[in-house]
Every structure is written in C-alpha cells, then in structure tokens.
C-alpha cells in the first residue's frame, strides 16, 4: 500500500532577503486552498528561527499574517513539523539585511547544551504562536537536511517528544557539511534509528521517512524548471566570503560529479511527467508486492510554489491510482507496528 506525504518547508530559505508575504503567506496560502479543494492535508515544517527572529526585529510587517496563517494550518489539521536553520538564532539585522551566524549552521555538529536550548526555544517559539503551551511537534526536518553526525541531536530530539525525522534523502552527498546519506539507498521506506540517521536500528526510538528521491543520471537534473529556480531549496554559499565561496562552488561541483544522483520528489520542481513517471515506478512495484507498507514523502518550499497545475494534476492522479495523501501523524503509527 502506497501513502503520500507532502511536506512543505514554510521559510524564506537562503540569506533572508524577500519577502514573507510573497514568498511564504501567500504561496503556503494557495496550496492550503488547492489541499482544501482536493479533501487533503499536508505537513508544513515552519521553520522556527528566522520567523522568530523576524519577529523580534519587526523586520518584515507581514510577520502577523504568518503567526495567524500557522494557527489557522494547525486549527485545520494540517500538520505543524519543526524545521530549524540554527543560523538564525545568532543572526542579526543590520541595514536592512540579515547577516547569519554560520558558525551554527549545522545543529548536529554544537555542544550538547547548545542544542538543547536551540531545539527547546524553536518548540516554544510553536507553542507561543499557536497558543497552545503543551504543543510539541510530532516530526522534525534539520535544515539543508543536516542529520549527522546523529547521535546528540536525536536524543534531544526524542527527549522533547519529537518522533519522526524526515531529514533524509537517500543518496545525499554534501562534502562541505560531512552529509552522506548514500549508505540508506539500501534501506527501506523507513526506518527506526538511533545512533546514525542512515542506519536502521530497531531498538531506536526516532522514526525517519526520508522524503522520497531516485537515483538519476546526472544530466537528468538539469531540466528547465529545475535550472529556472537558482539556489535550489538550499542555502550553501550565501553569506560566505568570496574565498570559501569559491571552494563552497568546488565542493558542490565534486557533489554533483556522480554519475547518478539523488533525484527529490519535489511537487515544487519537478514536471508533471517526471513526477507521475516516478510515482509510476512506484505503483507497478505496489502491484508486484502490495503486502508492503510505503509511505512516500514528497517535498517543497513556499518560495518554489508558482506552478499550481501541476500540484492539481499531481494530486488527481494520485486519486486516480488509489493512493491516499496523508500527514506523518496518519501515518506514524502503521509504521511503528
Ligand atoms: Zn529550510
């Protein structure tokens, strides 16, 4: 049996420049609309720090539309997952620009103390904007997917009672943050861990559904939709002096010399054709085995939603080939069993 998850993360995603309004409220709106109109759900992971951070500095005035727009998700069931760029928390706003604190980039690789406190204000950053003191997220993604090294992060996560990750893409290779989720190209639609996101562990108490992802020939990648939309869903290089953005260029580039790749299923990216061809793979391989449980994590990024359509389409043919769109709280617990 085939599940589908879309995931939407709700963010500015890069340096903070643009606006909320136009690159997360109104797009995140259009797509609860078009949900709404299709009879589904999907899970918006809010990314906690900059909005807070926004927030505080009153730097965008659309920040009350958003607060209002994640309460309103929640009230209709819409999943609220935690995403974190822990950049943000040391960031400041100086001239009418953000500057980072990329020494906090990847949460995995602080001091223990320090993701604790980060991870603690993000939830109550959640609880005070849905009103709700006891709200604790049931799934978590880390920002440009940084899960390793595991161990510390997890067990904070756990400790909070967060549940679920969906960090992974199978086949991911980052150089520059020591991301490699090649090992988990063998493991199954998901997995309980531990230790190491990418190794199954079955006394592990997090549960990871790795957003979906193929492996393709790199030049696959290069179509025009996806060559259209610069900076793809990831923020590596900005901010950065001209020197170790030079080398941050030369590690991307040594990533993406592979002769596969790790395709995402990303609703935001992708064609209508290339995704119903690889939700297609998945169904004939339901038909050989339906005995087997697969839920399938979609991804996407408010800044990335302009071509509606195809999400309509997408949706249409997943109700057509049988295939429920649920949120990971639907689904967490046929996975646990
Ligand atoms: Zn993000």
Redesign the pocket.
Known sequence: MIECIFTI?Y?I?GNGDGSLEELVFAPADKLNSLFRQAGCKFVA?I?AAELELIQDQGSDPAIGLISEQIKSFHNEGIEIGL?L?PQWYKARHENGQWRLDYSEYNLCTLPRERIAEIVDRSISYLRRVLGQPDFTPLSF?A??WLMQPTHVAAGVLAERGIKLDSSVFKGGLQHRHGLDYRKAIGNGYYWTFSDHVDMPDANGTLLEIPTYTEMVPFWKMLTMKRVGMKGA???KGKGLSSHSLSSARLERLIDFLRFRYPLKLDYCRMTIDELTKMMGAIVREDRKAPGRYRPIVAIG?TKDLVDYETIRSFLAYLQENGIRVSTFKDVYDKCKT
């Open positions: 993360d963010e995603y992971f990314e995403h760029h993604r920002g440009n869903g990831n923020d990024h």
